[in-house]
């Protein structure tokens, strides 16, 4: 039996974009950017309010459909209570439909809400594990998701019990010195689709080249940032998505000509770029402005937050 929260608890939840796949890792591989979201949700006797600011302002439906809205409902059963109505704020700088985990960070910030409502009511809290396995159940993969609740860098996994999946996480330590730069076009693109032009099968030649490079790519984002190159090398994702956003795989041509280790992030069709140097070549950003890339130094960000009354919680 779900217990019912009173009206006029509040809780406010802060998570972080995240970038997935950093070339080979597909569907495993992840890590947190210094770009946030803000949750505000308050309970109150009936109804629904959604209220939406920054990005996807206009854009998004703000009803029960709503991801957020979804996702703190979730949370809600998971904390074992139930509120009459909710006002849901969202105030939003990660933008939708670009790989930079929106959508994960939606999932995860509610999640972190109702847990921020359910402290306040003495009610047992989800764990960062419950929050990785709720959170990519909404994702069907733990890459973005992770990353959104650990913070910092992640190797994710999908264990495969009968018809239900396990999803899990462990964290690790980015190298000091390497630094992140997202470039974010203004074009869109949609996982769905870009999931779609991908194989079913792929052959054991390259499944092998994969499994060497995000085995590297490990040991290059911990202890060797001069392995990049080579550890961020994909045959199983990047060239088959390559048509469908064609400005976003020049970038990674010409930044990886210009000695940097690009990807593509998530499923596009922003790119992120990994380097020891304080800034890009002036080649690379030139190129960005040119053909419509918002270009910024991001650092790595931090797990989601949540505030219940003045306690934060992490």
């Known amino acids: 039996m779900n217990h019912k929260l009173p009206p006029g608890l509040t809780a406010t939840a802060v998570v972080a974009a995240s970038s997935a796949n950093l070339g080979p890792g597909f569907d495993s591989m992840g890590v947190a950017l ?13 109804g629904l309010v959604v209220e939406v600011e920054g990005q996807g302002a206009g854009q998004v439906p703000l009803d029960g459909s709503h991801l957020v809205v979804r ?3 979730r949370g809600l059963v998971a904390t ?6 909710l006002r849901v704020r969202c105030r939003n700088d990660i933008p939708h439909s670009r790989g930079l985990g929106s959508s994960a960070a939606a999932v995860v910030g509610g999640l972190a809400a109702a847990n921020g409502l359910a402290a306040q009511a003495d009610y047992p809290m989800m764990t960062e594990d419950e929050m990785v396995q709720i959170s990519s159940e909404f994702e069907g993969h733990p890459d973005n998701a ?4 650990l913070g910092g860098a992640v190797v994710s996994w999908t264990e495969v019990c009968g ?3 396990r999803y899990a996480a462990a964290p690790i330590s980015l190298h ?5 730069f997202a470039a974010v076009p203004q074009v869109r693109s949609s996982t769905a689709e870009t999931r779609a032009v991908l194989p079913d099968q792929v052959s054991h030649t390259d499944a092998r080249f994969n499994l060497s490079r995000s085995a590297l790519l490990v040991v290059a984002l911990t202890q060797r940032p001069d392995l990049l190159m080579a550890a961020t090398e994909d045959v199983l994702h990047q060239p088959q998505r390559a048509s469908a956003m064609p400005a976003s795989a020049e970038y990674l041509t010409v930044l990886r000509r210009c000695g940097v280790a690009a990807v593509l992030s998530g499923a596009g069709p922003a790119v992120l770029a990994m380097s020891t140097d304080a800034e890009l070549p002036a080649e690379a950003l030139e190129f960005g402005r040119i053909n419509g890339f918002a270009v910024d130094r991001m650092s790595v960000g931090d797990g989601v ?3 219940s009354g003045v ?3 992490r």
Not at 34 to 46: N, Q
Not at 146 to 149: F, T, Y
Request: no cysteine; charged share 20%; hydrophobic share 40%.
């Open 71 to 73: 996702a703190i409902e």
């Open 80 to 85: 074992g209570t139930v509120a009459g109505g």
């Open 163 to 165: 018809s239900s999946r």
């Open 176 to 180: 000091p010195d390497i630094n992140l």
């Open 311 to 313: 306690t934060v919680h």
């Open 34 to 46: 210094s770009l946030y979201d803000e949750i505000i949700v308050e309970t109150t006797e009936s």
């Open 146 to 149: 992770a990353a959104a609740v």
């Open 305 to 307: 937050r949540w505030t």
